[in-house]
């Protein structure tokens, strides 16, 4: 359960906490005194123990017949665990209701991969570090001492270094960190990584090219040194709603301007929107089943002996969901705002809130339609706006936030925002064609920030499939004697294997998602269309490791039929996974998904080269996606949004009253 605050009402309660009856919707994230019945059934069957630690526990979300059914489901928790002192992973599901495990799965590390990093591991790997001879002794020959360093828990992937099939491992890349305020990311200590073994909590591998002349950069972005005197002139923006926003939110399930969802919240996943729905002409009409950004990688392209190894998945590895931010009035949120508290469980199993983890409000978006016809002697035109439910998330040196626009005209949008600090090395010299020089000696690798949203949709129903359109070019001839004549193609994919597939900016490729069973007015298809950006796909080659681990990233769109379980596109364990699960399995069937009910995974991202303007704090960067109604209404939706209210008189307007 979500705890919900806005910026005027006090904090609703917990039903369930508080020991009252009121039953959960079925995809409610589970309350605190849920995860404390699930750690206590865990502890009850021995589960837990003084080594082992729970790397992830959130709601196992009801099956989706099931759920339509409207049949009672029981409340479930799946848990994965690690034993710390051997390595064993398992993967529990708990009847919360019941008060009783009903599955317990091993995981084998070789084949499936490590569970996620644990919250304790990034101070482990200090500790284990400064009492580390080898260690101690790389540090020396810089003149430094283990405390005036940070060292950076970074995953290990999975690579040919000989002796680590089956360990699970962190490699730490160190930083000097000059005083405890001291942002470190300026003072990168390089030629220098260690691998490290958490189970048997020891170095097993230092890459030592010895002392080079490392950087001391200061990155302290706030110090009068580096802002100079603060702007004077930036006057106040106040956003303001005397009636209140317009959106009403029921437990999780939040309705506005003709749109309702459930929202939800996971550890792992971050945000969770469901039954996403708009209501036309009194008619409830589903677009989207669920929503949310399945896994992000971010990929390094430096290949160094010390950084060839990076590469992040910020989901799958480190949860952003369990590190969102708490989120504050007039600095990441401005407006009228309602919050959502999300309650994640701790390494232990305890529930611990994250207050004001989710935003929600409305902005002002500009213009939504204007027209001025000089025949009819009139013009018109109507304010855009949009919902927002968002959060943000740290994950080491880098800040995300993952933003939901809906829209009046019945457009979604997906944005991340990109931000924090670029991940430093020393810079080798000039003409190194693999990072940038940000600042005098200070390097920052390329890489790329690939996300994969995974969009179970429900066009008007299950019966959907996916048209790939393409602007289609006419050359002068019968028919076209001037050669003015353009139009489009169409092609229809008609399985798994079909709905592998990349962006093609020069023809301005979309994907029309159809209900194949349903026409519009016209006699077309009613339909959902994806405009993707259509930035690069995973720049590593094709048989890497990080190619066959994030094959997600390979293709702009994947294409699947639903199938429970399906929920990760580089699989459930992606720590030190050698790659063989995800979209790659899901696709090997070759199932038909034309007329199915479909999953849509589109990869979109980032590929960064950074700049000076990106030091010592990186201005947020964008990317995203947008689904917009193609067919699926009779005419526009937002004809019936009503002129700018009294006050707010555009200039042509004398009476106060705007009749545009």
């Given at each position: 359960m979500l705890v919900s605050t806005t910026t005027t009402t006090p904090s609703l309660p917990d039903p369930q906490a508080a020991g009252e009856s009121a039953l959960p919707h079925p995809l409610d994230p589970l309350s605190a005194a849920e995860i404390t019945a699930a750690r206590?059934?865990?502890?009850?069957?021995?589960?837990?123990?003084?080594?082992?630690?729970?790397?992830?526990?959130?709601?196992?979300?009801?099956?989706?017949?099931?759920?339509?059914a409207g049949s009672d489901v029981p409340r479930e928790a799946r848990a994965i665990l690690l034993d710390t002192a051997t390595d064993t992973t398992v993967d529990v599901v708990v009847d919360v209701t019941a008060g009783v495990t009903t599955a317990v799965t091993e995981v084998d590390p070789?084949?499936?991969?490590?569970?996620?990093?644990?919250?304790?591991?990034?101070?482990?790997?200090?500790?284990?570090?400064?009492?580390?001879?080898?260690?101690?002794?790389?540090?020396?020959?810089?003149?430094?001492?283990?405390?005036?360093?940070?060292?950076?828990?970074?995953?290990?992937?999975?690579?040919?270094?000989?002796?680590?099939?089956?360990?699970?491992?962190?490699?730490?890349?160190?930083?000097?960190?000059?005083?405890?305020?001291?942002?470190?990311?300026?003072?990168?200590?390089?030629?220098?990584?260690?691998?490290?073994?958490?189970?048997?909590?020891?170095?097993?591998?230092?890459?030592?090219?010895?002392?080079?002349?490392?950087?001391?950069?200061?990155?302290?972005?706030?110090?009068?040194?580096?802002?100079?005197?603060?702007?004077?002139?930036?006057?106040?923006?106040?956003?303001?709603?005397?009636?209140?926003?317009?959106?009403?939110?029921?437990?999780?399930?939040?309705?506005?301007?003709?749109?309702?969802?459930?929202?939800g919240f996971?550890?792992?996943?971050?945000?969770?929107?469901?039954?996403?729905?708009?209501?036309?002409?009194?008619?409830?009409?589903?677009?989207?089943e669920r929503a949310s950004i399945a896994e992000m990688v971010v990929p390094y392209g430096d290949p160094a002996p010390y950084r060839s190894w990076q590469n992040y998945f910020d989901t799958g590895e480190y949860l952003v969901g369990r590190d969102a931010n708490s989120l504050e009035l007039g600095c990441d949120c401005l407006g009228d705002i309602t919050?959502?508290?999300?309650?994640?469980?701790?390494?232990?199993?305890?529930?611990?809130?994250?207050?004001?983890?989710?935003?929600?409000?409305?902005e002002d978006f500009g213009l939504l339609w204007k027209h001025t016809d000089e025949w009819a002697g009139h013009r018109s035109s109507?304010?855009?706006?949009?919902?927002?439910v968002s959060f943000f998330t740290t994950v080491g040196n880098y800040d995300y936030g993952f933003y939901w626009y809906f829209y009046l005209d019945g457009t979604i949008q997906f944005e991340a925002k990109a931000t924090g600090i670029v991940f430093t090395a020393r810079y080798p010299g000039a003409g190194y064609p693999y990072a940038s020089q940000i600042a005098p000696g200070l390097a920052a690798p390329f890489h790329q920030h690939l996300f994969c949203a995974r969009l179970d949709m429900a066009v008007d129903g299950d019966r959907n499939a996916v048209h790939e359109l393409d602007l289609q070019r006419v050359p002068i001839?019968?028919?076209?004697?001037?050669?003015?004549?353009?139009?489009?193609?169409?092609?229809?994919?008609?399985?798994?294997?079909?709905?592998?597939?990349?962006?093609?900016?020069?023809v301005g490729r979309v994907w029309e998602v159809v209900n194949t069973e349903k026409?519009?007015?016209?006699?077309?298809?009613?339909?959902?269309?994806l405009f993707p950006e259509g930035q690069p796909t995973l720049a590593a080659a094709e048989d890497s490791s990080i190619?066959?681990?994030?094959?997600?990233?390979?293709?702009?769109?994947?294409?699947?039929?639903?199938?429970?379980?399906?929920?990760?596109?580089?699989?459930?364990?992606?720590?030190?996974?050698?790659?063989?699960?995800?979209?790659?399995?899901?696709?090997?069937?070759?199932?038909?998904?034309?007329?199915?009910?479909i999953v849509l995974w589109h990869s979109f991202g980032l590929t960064h080269y950074p700049r000076t303007e990106d030091w010592p704090i990186m201005p947020v960067d964008y990317t995203g996606f947008t689904l917009k109604p193609t067919g699926f209404f009779d005419r526009n939706p937002a004809l019936d949004v009503p002129p700018a209210p009294t006050g707010h008189a555009c200039a042509h307007c004398p009476d106060g009253e705007c009749h545009c």
């Open positions: 206590d059934v865990l502890l009850a069957e021995g589960r837990l123990g003084e080594t082992v630690r729970v790397a992830y526990l959130s709601l196992k979300e009801p099956a989706k017949a099931a759920l339509r070789i084949l499936a991969g490590q569970a996620p990093v644990l919250l304790e591991e990034f101070a482990a790997i200090e500790e284990i570090l400064a009492a580390d001879e080898g260690w101690r002794a790389a540090l020396g020959s810089r003149g430094l001492e283990p405390a005036q360093v940070r060292v950076a828990p970074l995953s290990a992937g999975i690579f040919d270094y000989e002796g680590e099939e089956g360990r699970r491992l962190l490699r730490g890349l160190a930083f000097v960190q000059k005083d405890p305020a001291d942002y470190a990311w300026g003072h990168p200590v390089d030629q220098l990584v260690a691998f490290v073994d958490m189970i048997e909590r020891r170095v097993v591998r230092i890459i030592d090219d010895g002392p080079s002349d490392d950087p001391l950069t200061d990155g302290n972005f706030e110090s009068p040194e580096l802002t100079g005197p603060l702007r004077e002139d930036l006057k106040p923006l106040h956003i303001v709603q005397p009636e209140g926003p317009s959106f009403t939110l029921d437990g999780n399930v939040l309705r506005w301007q003709k749109w309702d969802l459930h929202v996971d550890a792992r996943e971050g945000l969770i929107l469901g039954q996403i729905g708009f209501e036309d002409r009194g008619t409830r009409r589903s677009i989207i919050y959502l508290s999300p309650v994640v469980a701790d390494d232990f199993g305890n529930p611990r809130e994250i207050p004001q983890g989710i935003c929600i409000h409305e109507r304010r855009q706006r949009r919902l927002v001839g019968p028919g076209n004697p001037h050669g003015n004549a353009f139009t489009r193609s169409r092609r229809v994919l008609g399985s798994e294997t079909e709905g592998r597939r990349r962006g093609e900016g020069a026409r519009n007015h016209v006699g077309e298809p009613v339909a959902y269309t190619s066959r681990r994030a094959a997600f990233a390979t293709e702009h769109l994947w294409v699947t039929r639903f199938a429970e379980g399906e929920r990760y596109p580089a699989g459930d364990f992606v720590n030190q996974s050698i790659g063989s699960p995800g979209l790659p399995e899901f696709q090997k069937a070759d199932r038909g998904i034309d007329g199915e009910d």
